[in-house]
T-cell receptor, first 113, second 113 residues
Framework: AQSVAQPEDQVNVAEGNPLTVKCTYS??????LFWYVQYPNRGLQFLLK??????LVKGSYGFEAEFNKSQTSFHLKKPSALVSDSALYFC???????????FGTGTQLKVEL | NAGVTQTPKFQVLKTGQSMTLQCAQD?????MYWYRQDPGMGLRLIYY???????DKGEVPNGYNVSRLNKREFSLRLESAAPSQTSVYFC????????????FGDGTRLSIL
């Protein structure tokens, strides 16, 4: 079965430090991968995607993600975290007809002063 | 730009009551989706509509029905609500291109007593 895993329920980082939110996937064929962010009482907002090409993908708000085919991972990164980055982050993979997405369980990022 | 609009934003039902969640998008997207979000489980696809006039089951369709009223609107109906359907429901829309992200509404928070 195709799946997406986010092994950490919560990640705590000090403001100014680099952050990483982990994601691994198990899909057939070439993976189409996405990161979304959710702020309280809001819907998901698209951050970035990997479709093909460079393994390092740059997205919104200074976020980037590194695709690693051998490790089947797509980790979200940011060089310097902000308190305003605190939110719930979801990794997703395209899995099947109709452009269906399978989501990970989400990682709560908390950035502290 | 409204994007994806969901109504209502909040609702409390009693077990056995019925209700319809409404969703409309103004981006001329072909595809629309209904997800539920539960703590620790990420987003799970209930139903989707790849184009006007078609609907298909997702991962958790039991207890739900959908109607793709036209290209803009996609409704989700609970015929006989159960406490297990207490959740946050998100509607999303997307193009027919698999490399494009889905766009989400702000959700309907549904409690069933």
């Amino acid at each position: 079965a195709q799946s997406v895993a986010q092994p950490e329920d919560q990640v705590n980082v000090a403001e100014g430090n680099p952050l990483t939110v982990k994601c691994t996937y198990s899909v057939s064929g070439n993976p189409y991968l996405f990161w979304y962010v959710q702020y309280p009482n809001r819907g998901l907002q698209f951050l970035l995607k990997y479709i093909t090409g460079d393994n390092l993908v740059k997205g919104s708000y200074g976020f980037e993600a590194e695709f690693n085919k051998s490790q089947t991972s797509f980790h979200l990164k940011k060089p310097s975290a902000l308190v305003s980055d605190s939110a719930l982050y979801f990794c997703a993979a395209l899995t099947g007809g109709g452009n269906k997405l399978t989501f990970g369980t989400g990682t709560q990022l908390k950035v502290e002063l | 730009n409204a994007g994806v609009t969901q109504t209502p934003k909040f609702q409390v039902l009693k077990t056995g009551q019925s209700m319809t969640l409404q969703c409309a998008q103004d981006m001329n997207h072909n595809s629309m989706y209904w997800y539920r979000q539960d703590p620790g489980m990420g987003l799970r696809l209930i139903y989707y509509s790849a184009s006007e006039g078609t609907t298909d089951k997702g991962e958790v369709p039991n207890g739900y029905n959908v109607s793709r009223l036209n290209k803009r609107e996609f409704s989700l109906r609970l015929e006989s609500a159960a406490p297990s359907q207490t959740s946050v429901y998100f509607c999303a829309s997307g193009t027919e291109y698999s490399n494009q992200p889905q766009h989400f509404g702000d959700g309907t928070r549904l409690s069933i007593l």
